[in-house]
């Protein structure tokens, strides 16, 4: 039986009941995939990703690759390599990419719901299935030249990597030492290590394209300190021959002089490239074309970081909800104990724990939290495809198509900050836990998922720099804009009547949250402020933005819910058929989610105020 357990139904509540996908589907660039024709493709990839990506997953855990030095490869689980072919053989990825580069283009909402179910299945194969996206990234900032490498990345199911961060820099991107060099062919060459890169080795692929990020040198007027001093370069795994893509048998050299020995998803190579070492390989140059001919890299990077980051959030929300699933599945079978009613009573009959008050506040929280992110992911899904019909029709200069694009900004830190941290430690303290001693076991899945899940609150950015981004960038480098107009939307759902009086103590206890988030993001404003008298203060505003981006969390998440639990109740108001139960489900989880987490903002909003710069005095000897 496949560890993969996934919630196609609440996907299609979200899509189709509560944000309207049907409304863009079959129109303007989205005319090739009508509501029907979505439906069976979500329905198809749940099949797979059960039948047939799941089924490589323990696998590749128990026997991951295996570094070769002498051949600088790390060959993949033939296990593995089955499922990577059952997903590239399906072509769905094609629906990522427009139709001049061989797609048929549809809505980023249904692209993400698919991405849901791959990444809960088997989330490497995802990774290293990723060459169509970062396709596309190269065609829209590329020339004549770097549309064909784009075509080629997809009709030979080429590989492709992001290579930003070096060994001493870290997430000081800007701190890169990786060089380049012209030549007079136009070519340039790379010299640097790089590491942490995903995909960069397998045996899954006839070549590989690393997208790398370097300091141009002897270039006048490029190349300076910093991150407005990088640039970005196409280099190849192997050199091709530009007209026809067919490999020349030269080997580039670009070579993993290391594969990590990680804690969870084993599977996926990370790993440490050289590029241009005359020591390593066969002492080849790495040779590679600079992106568009413009000196522009970090801005051309943010492009794929950004799809990465929403790869992030998806994947973490997809774990735990693979992880509720399976612990309720569990609680369910589970007998321990008598009811608590009858606990005196030794004699009473045991029952499942499902029947244990804590063990459903438990399955609440995880329930709630699951399809609060799901919720998160869908809706920031749909302000893209906003975006992708304001770029179609030529109109990205509108005030809509430049709100679409903020409020898009604005989410992308939460679904993978907040969606990461949540989804980490409620499958830790929640999903584990329910199953007992037993979790703590390789005979059940979740201890590989906990495992799994750890990463996504460090790659693409940690935590950290997550809220240090939302709140300097997306707050107050866009003057609230962005955050401005989704406050006025939860506002509104305030002000109405929605629930029919049903939820009128959700929507009081969302009030009081929304107005002590906005009292956050105010006094952490001033705090900002005051730094241009006294620096330091500095430090207070640092020490709150995770902080703030949990908050936000909470409550854009808890507003959600409640939209659908508006949608559940219209539905409950007439004949609910078999999804009586559902709806009442989506009902319950959204008024337990506002009840569980909406008080403890205004208790954040007093650990904010009340913060000062005591930490920061204290010597680094007393930590």
């Not at 050289?274 to 413009?294: N, Y």
């Not at 606990?343 to 029947?355: F, M, Q």
């Not at 609230?480 to 107009?485: D, E, F, K, S």
Request: proline share 3%; charged share 25%.
């Amino acid at each position: 039986m496949s560890h993969y357990k996934t919630n196609l139904r609440d996907i299609e509540f979200n899509l189709f009941e509560v944000l309207g996908r049907d409304e863009v589907l079959g129109t303007g660039p989205f005319s090739e995939i009508d509501g029907e024709t979505a439906r069976s493709i979500l329905a198809e990839v749940e099949r797979m990703s059960r039948e047939e990506l799941a089924a490589s997953y323990e696998d590749s855990d128990r026997n991951p690759p295996v570094f070769d030095p002498a051949t600088h490869t790390a060959p993949l689980p033939e296990s593995f390599k089955k499922s990577y072919r059952a997903w590239m053989d399906s072509e769905y990825w094609r629906l990522q990419i427009k139709e001049e580069l061989g797609g048929t283009l549809a809505p980023s909402s249904l692209n993400w719901a698919i991405a849901e179910m791959v990444l809960g299945a088997n989330a490497p194969i995802w990774m290293y299935g990723c060459g169509p996206a970062f396709a596309g990234v190269i065609e829209r900032n590329g020339n004549e030249r770097d549309t064909q490498i784009a075509q080629y990345v997809i009709d030979r199911e080429w590989g492709t990597t992001m290579v930003l961060t070096e060994p001493d820099a870290g997430s000081d991107v800007g701190a890169g030492r990786a060089k380049a060099t012209p030549n007079e062919d136009g070519t340039w060459n790379i010299e640097g290590v790089k590491r942490f890169i995903t995909s960069a080795e397998s045996d899954l692929q006839e070549n590989i394209i690393h997208l790398v990020l370097a300091r141009p040198v002897g270039v006048e007027g490029v190349g300076g300190p910093g991150t407005k001093g990088l640039s970005l370069f196409i280099v190849p795994k192997h050199h091709f021959d530009l007209e026809t893509g067919e490999l020349t048998g030269e080997r580039n050299g670009a070579y993993v002089t290391n594969v990590e020995h990680k804690m969870g998803i084993k599977v996926s190579n990370t790993c440490e490239v050289t590029f241009g070492d005359p020591s390593v390989g066969g002492g080849e140059s790495a040779r590679g074309w600079l992106l568009g001919e413009v000196h522009n890299g970090i801005a051309q990077m943010f492009q794929v970081i950004e799809n990465a980051r929403m790869m992030v959030g998806s994947k973490a929300i997809a774990t735990l909800s693979a992880g509720y699933l399976a612990a309720l599945d569990y609680a369910k079978t589970r007998v321990q104990g008598a009811d608590l009613t009858q606990s005196g009573d030794k004699t009473a009959p045991r029952v499942t724990i499902t029947h244990h008050p804590d063990v459903r506040r438990s399955l609440m929280v995880q329930k709630s939290f699951a399809e609060a992110m799901r919720a998160l992911v869908l809706y920031t899904a749909s302000w893209q495809d906003k975006v992708q019909v304001f770029e179609h029709e030529g109109t990205t200069d509108s005030d809509e198509a430049k709100l679409a694009a903020a409020v898009n900004d604005l989410l992308l830190p939460i679904v993978k900050g907040y969606g990461s941290e949540r989804s980490w430690v409620l499958l830790g303290t929640e999903s584990l836990q329910t199953f007992g001693g037993s979790g703590f076991l390789t005979d059940y899945p979740v201890e590989q998922y906990v495992r799994d899940a750890k990463i996504d609150t460090l790659y693409e950015g940690t935590t950290a720099i997550q809220g240090q981004d939302f709140f300097f960038r997306k707050i107050v480098k866009d003057q609230g804009t962005a955050l401005g107009h989704v406050a006025a939307q939860i506002q509104g759902f305030i002000d109405s009547e929605a629930g029919n009086g049903r939820l009128k103590v959700e929507r009081e206890l969302l009030a009081t949250a929304l107005e002590d988030a906005n009292a956050l993001v105010g006094h952490m404003i001033n705090d900002l402020m005051s730094a241009q008298d006294e620096i330091r203060n500095i430090y207070k505003v640092g020490l709150n933005t995770s902080r703030l981006l949990m908050v936000l969390g909470d409550v854009v998440c808890a507003w959600l819910l409640l939209r659908q639990a508006e949608v559940a109740l219209e539905k409950l108001g007439g004949d609910a058929g078999r999804d009586q139960a559902f709806y009442e489900g989506k009902v319950a989880a959204a008024q337990f989610f506002a009840q569980y987490n909406l008080p403890k903002v205004s208790a954040e909003l007093a650990i904010a105020k009340a913060t000062d710069l005591s930490l920061m005095d204290l010597a680094e000897e007393s930590f």
